[in-house]
């Protein structure tokens, strides 16, 4: 599994904007589909959006429009362009790499600490 660590996040006032970034120290994450995900208090991690090797890229129905994930090759980095804030988006987000399926169903060993995103109203 690769070691990716998350930052970037951080307080906003509902309707702003924030890219948090998902980097690699491994080579390969160029060949891996990554997902970008978040956990608010007391509720389950859920997947925010998802990019593929080749640059496809699928939104949960709750970010679709605001949120745009992409990904720099060359950088090993993903990032989560987060735009129109909602307070309902204030979690702690985490990304991880894999195949398209292993990161659709978030079947992985470990997790990174994630990056806290916090939107007041």
């Known amino acids: 599994q690769l070691q990716l660590v998350e930052s970037g996040g951080g307080l906003v006032q509902s309707g702003g904007s924030l890219r948090p970034s998902c980097a690699s120290s491994g080579s390969h994450l160029s060949i891996y589909a990554v997902g970008w995900y978040r956990q608010a208090p007391e509720k389950q991690r859920e997947l925010v959006a998802i990019i593929t090797s080749g640059g496809s890229t699928s939104y949960a129905d709750s970010v679709k429009g605001r949120f745009t994930i992409s990904r720099d090759n060359a950088k090993k980095t993903v990032y989560l362009e987060m735009n129109s804030l909602k307070p309902e988006d204030t979690a702690v987000y985490y990304c991880?790499?894999?195949?398209?399926?292993?990161?659709?169903?978030?079947?992985?060993?470990?997790w990174g600490q994630g990056t806290q995103v916090t939107v007041s109203s």
């Open positions: 991880n790499a894999g195949s398209w399926w292993r990161v659709q169903q978030a079947i992985f060993e470990s």
